[in-house]
């Protein structure tokens, strides 16, 4: 694909998805990596319509399916949900693969639904350690909501603040430039992956993709069923996280939200206790069963 087709294909699409989807049709379209996407049925036919005029190749699956989000993260979800044969009644989201040849789209189609996980993630451009990870932890996440984030953490045993590259945490905002769970926190093999993706959206459009390193440069605090904070642009001294309440995302706008806004900083006790302070006054110490804290830098 050169350059004015890479072009024509982000003027067309940015705006019209969010972030990561852009990333990962642009990926796709430069043979970089195959991707896959949901799509609700009824715009399916916009939507090859589109992807095909810019030249990538697309498989769909003739099975659909009803979303569950996971609980209090912004619409993120984890897990399949219901499937529905491709004749049901009922609307749903049709799973399409797409690269830039026609062999890539359906290997990576017939992989998924063969349970062949290794060959998908390898299609996908997923490291084989972190490929490796997620499969030995597919059963350990299945039991709550289907996310890895708290395991990649307590497999992680180097000291925050982690590489800014492998922040994960992210995604749940948009503008993440990983499409997969690291293994740990400091894989050099999924930071390399994150910065080859940015260093490529930078030739197309390096304003937008500096976005996403703004955002890798944040502080997550992450709890199961409670949310999943961000604190962009907080800067990390002595164990603090020094932060402005105007730079503060949620995925929930309940307690958790009001009270880190009513701090400016943000105290990293280990990675699964914060103390929420503003100067010298304690705002909230925060001891939650499934709280995860993450510092990147
Ligand atoms: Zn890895």
């Given at each position: 694909?050169g ?9 067309d ?7 990561i ?39 769909i ?41 026609p ?5 990576a ?15 996908l ?19 709550r ?18 590489p ?33 993706s ?6 197309i ?5 500096n ?15 409670e ?7 907080g ?7 020094h ?8 995925t ?14 943000l105290?990293?006790?280990?990675s ?13 110490e ?6 995860c804290?993450?510092?990147?830098a």
């Open positions: 694909m350059d004015a087709a890479q072009g024509r294909l982000f003027d699409i940015v705006g019209r998805f969010p972030a989807k852009v990333r990962e049709f642009l990926l796709a379209a430069a043979g970089r990596k195959t991707a896959r996407t949901e799509v609700s049925e009824r715009k399916i036919h916009a939507f090859v319509d589109l992807m095909e005029r810019h030249g990538l190749r697309l498989a699956h003739d099975r659909k399916y009803v979303h569950a989000p996971d609980a209090a993260k912004g619409g993120w979800a984890n897990q399949y949900g219901l499937e529905l044969p491709i004749e049901s009644p009922h609307d749903g989201f049709l799973m399409v693969y797409l690269a830039a040849n062999e890539d789209a359906l290997a189609m017939r992989a998924e639904h063969a349970q062949q996980d290794d060959e998908f993630g390898g299609l451009g997923i490291p084989r350690c972190c490929r490796q990870s997620y499969i030995e932890r597919i059963q350990v996440a299945a039991a909501q289907n996310d890895y984030l708290p395991l990649v953490l307590n497999g992680t045993s180097a000291a925050q603040p982690y800014y590259l492998n922040n994960i945490g992210v995604q749940y905002f948009d503008y993440c430039l990983l499409s997969f769970y690291p293994c740990v926190f400091t894989c050099p093999e999924s930071a390399r992956v994150a910065w080859e940015y260093e490529y959206l930078a030739t459009s390096r304003d937008w993709a976005k996403f390193l703004a955002r890798h440069r944040s502080a997550i605090l992450y709890t199961e069923y949310g999943v904070y961000l604190l962009e642009n800067v990390f001294r002595d164990g603090w996280v932060y402005e309440r105007e730079h503060v995302k949620g929930l706008n309940g307690l958790l939200f009001q009270l880190l806004g009513e701090g400016d900083r105290q990293v006790v280990d699964h206790q914060a103390v929420i302070a503003r100067g010298s006054r304690v705002v909230q925060l001891r939650m069963p499934d709280l804290v993450m510092v990147f």
